[in-house]
């Protein structure tokens, strides 16, 4: 079974963020001598909803006289059945931390989130062998519990307190997937399988930032995860 993680559409509703700023409003951009209110360190956290589809094909392995199913059209059957596209939507929430330097109405920088990713979907069907008088059935099951990115961010000041950003980079998360086999034959075929792998990917996305009272800024987001 080959399992590929794609179009994870992450959509961050809020993220607050502290800024820990060494100076804070009183660091100077060295272009242009003007208060550089954007840079420094920073830790926060978010919470939002997300929407994944994951993409699954299964391969019960080579069909001859000895294995379980005999014939080609049975196991293209069963193949079939345990493939597709399955899809969920969730809720996420995590904690970040990154920095940013600000120099004239540029603001770039780096950041590193860590959250809940609670993706869980299944499919499968039960249906006739196509060529012997027994019905089988297939299932497949994908799940994943975290999601880490760590992403560049560049954006523009539209106003003192407003940014305006595009962010991308490396994104990770596990993923488990099961999947069972039955059929209702003299023989009783039963089978059962669990892998997880760590998976790595690329996120790009966009937002916007207001800069709040004090070292506060309050953030909209929204990344998608491939």
Do not use: C
């Not at 590929?4 to 700023?21: C, E, F, K, Q």
């Amino acid at each position: 079974m080959k399992v590929n993680l794609v179009g994870m559409a992450l959509l961050s509703v809020v993220s607050l963020a502290t800024s820990a700023l060494a100076g804070g409003e009183g660091l100077k951009d060295g272009a242009t001598g003007a208060a550089a209110g954007w840079t420094g360190f920073y830790i926060g956290g978010f919470a939002g909803g997300a929407w994944g589809d994951s993409s699954v094909s299964t391969d019960i392995g080579a069909v001859t006289g000895t294995s379980y199913i005999t014939s080609g059209p049975n196991a293209a059957a069963i193949e079939n059945d345990g493939s597709g596209s399955l899809s969920d939507s969730l809720f996420t929430g995590g904690l970040l931390v990154g920095g940013t330097r600000q120099s004239g109405q540029w603001v770039y920088g780096a950041e590193l989130d860590f959250g809940s990713f609670s993706f869980n979907a299944a499919g499968g069907a039960t249906n006739a062998y196509p060529t012997f008088p027994a019905n089988y059935t297939v299932r497949t099951a994908v799940e994943t519990d975290w999601l880490m990115t760590a992403r560049g961010r560049l954006g523009w000041l539209a106003s003192d307190r407003l940014l305006v950003y595009v962010t991308g980079g490396l994104a990770l998360t596990d993923v488990e997937v099961r999947n069972s086999f039955s059929d209702d034959a003299l023989s009783s075929g039963v089978g059962r399988g669990t892998k997880s792998d760590t998976k790595a990917g690329w996120v790009i996305g966009g937002g916007v930032e207001l800069a709040l009272h004090e070292n506060w800024t309050l953030r909209g987001e929204y990344l998608h995860v491939d």
